[in-house]
């Protein structure tokens, strides 16, 4: 809009007589309208003064509305454009809103209806601006500008970051669900050399374990069935900048080998290739659970524990660090105010007391989440108590799968013959007996509800459902149904 805040109005129609209907209409509302008659026109107009939206003809000689559509968003994407016509027909709507139209009117339209449609679109446009602001703000603050809450255990992590980041080491990250580890992990990036270069993230237990090998390395046309093409991995698109490996701890241990080779000799074999690529990559890991304990039970390769945690950083649960709860909660309000478009800006007392007062098991997270939940649903300025206790009561009644699970006997040791096998090797197969077991005596306890299971294995949802998988616990299991 000018600077006197008028909404500007640029009407696009081969028909003089519908241009003076809508300056009519338009001026009469107190906007500033403009009137083109040609779409090469409204283009010309468009790039030297551009307006606040865009009232097109549909059908009109020459360039016709569809077209004009498509250059406009070529040139100006975020300007809104509303089409009109007197043709108009479901597929013809479908096919504008498809190339970027906010609305499509058939006339005759009531002069009500065309006014509410630019409003409208007028107050989304606003909304796009401003979440657009507050984004652009937050990336010149930066990823480390996020983390600086007042709390000592958040001071100390900040400083760890400014270090690390200087140098080229392999960072490990360690903390609970929700503790921010990839916000961490982007703040090294970009605090980073590397931070003009790709940062690529990848989730190591969402990957189904045939495919670890290819999606890490690529691979050549042909190298397995399927592979139609060639394909470059996550390192090949990390090159010369930074890969994150979100919960390493669920990578098969078959694969294990290979990524400890890319990291130690900077060098990976695509499947199916005969030949060695040099990459440049710096490789950042994280798990929610504790590594060196996986390593020592034999669950995660020692030798690669100790090659990613060349720096570990440890973050601390939100209830461990209490005074951060109001500044984020604030923080995440003041954003979805912006995003939602909702009046809720304050937090009164009671409401701060109720997030005070809760453990917050699903760590920055959760909160964020009961935040935005918060001000969507409420209509007021400010959220009280009463907006928030109903979305943690959700979360306490995981408390009644803890009583039922109290009545469920301990799995007893699993008994394993030796049969030659090495001492490591028997503590391993222990291990995975016993976890086994654990899954089966708490989806029991649930009747088979798998994330109430995973707040009862103190583990998150997506680890819960990876070792699903790998002990064949799947939903054809009486365990799990």
């Given at each position: 809009?000018?600077?006197?805040?008028?909404?500007?109005?640029?009407?696009?129609?081969?028909?003089?007589a519908n241009l003076k209907m809508l300056e009519a209409v338009f001026q009469a509302e107190g906007f500033a309208t403009a009137a083109v008659e040609s779409g090469e026109a409204a283009l010309a107009r468009i790039a030297s003064d551009p307006p606040d939206v865009v009232l097109l003809d549909l059908r009109m000689?020459?360039?016709?509305?569809?077209?004009?559509?498509?250059?406009?968003?070529?040139?100006?994407?975020?300007?809104p454009v509303i089409m009109l016509t007197a043709y108009g027909d479901i597929q013809t709507a479908v096919q504008a809103i498809k190339h970027g139209a906010e609305d499509f009117l058939i006339r005759p339209i009531q002069n009500d209806r065309v006014v509410l449609s630019v409003r409208q679109a007028l107050e989304?446009?606003?909304?796009?601006?401003?979440?657009?602001?507050?984004?652009?703000?937050?990336?010149?603050?930066?990823?480390?500008?996020?983390?600086?809450?007042?709390?000592?255990?958040?001071?100390?992590?900040?400083?760890?970051?400014?270090?690390?980041?200087?140098?080229?080491?392999?960072?490990?990250?360690?903390?609970?669900?929700?503790?921010?580890?990839?916000?961490?992990?982007?703040?090294?990036?970009?605090?980073?050399?590397?931070?003009?270069?790709?940062?690529?993230?990848?989730?190591?237990?969402?990957?189904?374990?045939?495919?670890?090998?290819?999606?890490?390395?690529?691979?050549?046309?042909?190298?397995?069935?399927?592979?139609?093409?060639?394909?470059?991995?996550?390192?090949?698109?990390?090159?010369?900048?930074?890969?994150?490996?979100?919960?390493?701890?669920?990578?098969?241990?078959?694969?294990?080998?290979?990524?400890?080779?890319?990291?130690?000799?900077?060098?990976?074999?695509?499947?199916?290739?005969?030949?060695?690529?040099?990459?440049?990559?710096?490789?950042?890991?994280?798990?929610?659970?504790?590594?060196?304990?996986?390593?020592?039970?034999?669950?995660?390769?020692?030798?690669?524990?100790?090659?990613?945690?060349?720096?570990?950083?440890?973050?601390?649960?939100?209830?461990?660090?209490?005074?951060?709860?109001?500044?984020?909660?604030?923080?995440?309000?003041?954003?979805?105010?912006?995003?939602?478009?909702?009046?809720?800006?304050?937090?009164?007392?009671?409401?701060?007391?109720?997030?005070?007062?809760?453990?917050?098991?699903?760590?920055?997270?959760?909160?964020?989440?009961?935040?935005?939940?918060?001000?969507?649903?409420?209509?007021?300025?400010?959220?009280?108590?009463?907006?928030?206790?109903?979305?943690?009561?959700?979360?306490?009644?995981?408390?009644?799968?803890?009583?039922?699970?109290?009545?469920?006997?301990?799995?007893?040791?699993?008994?394993?013959?030796?049969?030659?096998?090495?001492?490591?090797?028997?503590?391993?197969?222990?291990?995975?007996?016993?976890?086994?077991?654990?899954?089966?005596?708490?989806?029991?306890?649930?009747?088979?509800?798998?994330?109430?299971?995973?707040?009862?294995?103190?583990?998150?949802?997506?680890?819960?459902?990876?070792?699903?998988?790998?002990?064949?616990?799947?939903?054809?299991?009486?365990?799990?149904?």
């Amino acid at each position: 809009m000018d600077g006197n805040d008028t909404p500007r109005i640029l009407a696009v129609d081969d028909s003089p007589a519908n241009l003076k209907m809508l300056e009519a209409v338009f001026q009469a509302e107190g906007f500033a309208t403009a009137a083109v008659e040609s779409g090469e026109a409204a283009l010309a107009r468009i790039a030297s003064d551009p307006p606040d939206v865009v009232l097109l003809d549909l059908r009109m000689p020459g360039m016709d509305g569809i077209e004009t559509l498509d250059r406009l968003k070529t040139t100006a994407p975020q300007l809104p454009v509303i089409m009109l016509t007197a043709y108009g027909d479901i597929q013809t709507a479908v096919q504008a809103i498809k190339h970027g139209a906010e609305d499509f009117l058939i006339r005759p339209i009531q002069n009500d209806r065309v006014v509410l449609s630019v409003r409208q679109a007028l107050e989304r446009r606003k909304l796009r601006i401003e979440v657009e602001s507050l984004r652009r703000m937050v990336d010149r603050q930066g990823y480390l500008a996020r983390l600086m809450t007042p709390s000592a255990p958040m001071r100390e992590l900040v400083d760890a970051i400014r270090r690390v980041a200087a140098s080229n080491f392999t960072v490990l990250i360690q903390g609970e669900t929700g503790t921010g580890k990839e916000l961490v992990a982007r703040a090294i990036h970009q605090e980073s050399q590397r931070a003009n270069m790709p940062f690529v993230a990848i989730d190591a237990g969402a990957i189904p374990e045939a495919l670890v090998e290819s999606e890490l390395f690529g691979h050549e046309k042909g190298a397995f069935s399927g592979a139609v093409r060639r394909k470059d991995g996550h390192f090949q698109m990390a090159n010369t900048g930074t890969l994150f490996l979100d919960e390493v701890s669920n990578l098969p241990l078959a694969s294990q080998p290979k990524l400890l080779r890319a990291i130690q000799e900077r060098q990976i074999r695509p499947v199916g290739s005969s030949r060695a690529t040099a990459v440049d990559v710096r490789v950042i890991a994280a798990s929610n659970a504790n590594l060196q304990e996986h390593s020592a039970r034999g669950l995660f390769r020692q030798d690669l524990y100790f090659r990613l945690a060349e720096f570990v950083i440890s973050l601390p649960p939100l209830r461990e660090r209490r005074e951060d709860i109001l500044p984020l909660a604030r923080a995440f309000l003041e954003e979805a105010r912006v995003e939602l478009k909702r009046p809720a800006s304050l937090l009164t007392d009671s409401g701060a007391r109720v997030l005070q007062a809760y453990h917050w098991p699903g760590n920055i997270r959760q909160l964020r989440n009961v935040m935005r939940r918060a001000a969507l649903q409420s209509s007021r300025v400010a959220i009280e108590a009463a907006d928030i206790e109903p979305m943690l009561s959700e979360e306490n009644s995981g408390a009644d799968t803890q009583a039922a699970a109290s009545a469920v006997p301990r799995p007893a040791p699993p008994k394993i013959e030796p049969d030659g096998a090495s001492l490591r090797d028997i503590a391993k197969l222990a291990l995975e007996e016993a976890e086994k077991q654990a899954i089966v005596a708490a989806l029991r306890a649930t009747n088979g509800h798998k994330q109430k299971a995973a707040r009862l294995l103190k583990t998150d949802y997506k680890t819960l459902f990876v070792k699903l998988k790998r002990y064949g616990l799947g939903h054809d299991s009486p365990a799990a149904g």
